[in-house]
């Protein structure tokens, strides 16, 4: 068979010898998927993948919508572990407008774990309100959609609302600020909640096409009477998500800028100390996932499963091991760890799933990285010369 006619997908950068099989399906999945994506994979605390292909550049960044939360989540561990924001401290005590009899007992926890029925915001709020801050003044008086820590349903956009209110009003301080001072900086990882107007020609535009909905999730839309969106008009306008003003926001539910590295990197160090840096201790790491619901979900109407603030396995996204922990996206992203694996993986992609939620192209992927991470390849059937971390995989 002559290849002189047929396009192919190339794939640059490095990966170890046991990662080296992840190459060629990285290739032919992004080549399927169209656009162009990232997968870094940490092993141990040491990058042992690092890929990209498609129409990204070695140093593209991608916002990476809901991931944002599990970089938040992070936050939250560390300003909690060092006494700086307690997160089971009613948040009527220091947010006057939370305090009345519905919404008095609600938690920061209850905020991470999606429990505490501020799950959207009935007030109608323009893309340049939101900008604005205008949901933090609608967050104070809206009323539950069930009572506090009764059951779970996402936080799409509230979220980042509650949680960026809440290190405001007690650290003085975004959380933005503190994941560029506390996590970004001490690592070297090009990720911001709120990104300088530097980075912006290393976003990568994202694509869409029509979005599609299933049946169960349109029935449940229809009969629950809880807007699931980002509040106002964000997921009816897709283009804003392209718009500079909000890659530079910060917004803790949906604002992050990232590349795959940098995620993995981070997640890696929530394991190992990387570099010499390890962002949470271990009794840190077991608290933050340590499960706080699991369940159908109110707003989703699938089930989901939530530690403070990070994604636990659960159908719609298993993850690589059953203590996995990290976050999908809408637009497609993901991050990932597993302690049993001692693995870490980013991923990033500028083509948005017409479906929301983590890209197929990683959801095919991960029995790979699986396969690598465990080293089930013999070693007279690895691929000879593949590459190290030290020398660059380029495939034209």
Known sequence: MSTDDVEITPVYGTTDDRFAWLVDPFARLVGAQGGGAAIAVYQSGRLVADLHAGDYQPDSLQLVFSVS????AVAAACAHAEGLLDLDR????????????????????MVLAHRSGLASLAAD?????????????????????????ARHGYHAFTFGTLTNGAFRRILGISVGDFVRVRLAEPLDLDLWI????????????????????TAARSEHVSSSGIPGS????LQAKFDLYNDPRLHRTCWPSTSGVAGARDLARLFASTLDPVDGVRVVDEPTRRAMVAPLSDGVDAVLGIRTAF???VQLPF????????????HEAAGGSAVMA??????????????????????????????????????????????????SPANAIVMK
């Not at 009613?90 to 926890?109: G, I």
């Not at 980002?230 to 008009?233: T, Y």
Request: net charge negative.
């Open 125 to 149: 709020l323009s893309f340049e309100e939101l900008l604005a801050g205008a949901d933090d003044e609608a967050i104070g008086r809206q009323e539950p959609y069930w009572e506090p820590d």
């Open 338 to 387: 597993s302690a049993e694996l001692d693995l870490a993986i980013g991923f990033t992609t500028n083509v948005f799933p017409n479906t929301m939620g983590a890209s197929p192209t990683l959801l095919a992927l991960l029995p790979t990285v699986l396969n690598c991470a465990r080293d089930e390849t013999p070693e007279q059937l690895r691929p000879q010369g593949a590459g």
């Open 315 to 326: 159908p719609h996204f298993p993850m690589v091991s059953s203590d996995s922990y990290g």
């Open 69 to 72: 939360k599990s970089i938040t």
């Open 307 to 309: 530690g403070s603030g």
């Open 90 to 109: 009613p948040m009527a005590s220091y947010w006057p407008e939370l305090a009345k009899p519905s919404t008095a007992a609600v938690t920061l926890r």
């Open 230 to 233: 980002n509040s106002g008009r």
């Open 194 to 213: 709120g990104a300088p107007a530097s980075i912006e020609s290393r976003v990568e535009p994202i694509r869409y096409s029509p979005p599609l909905i």
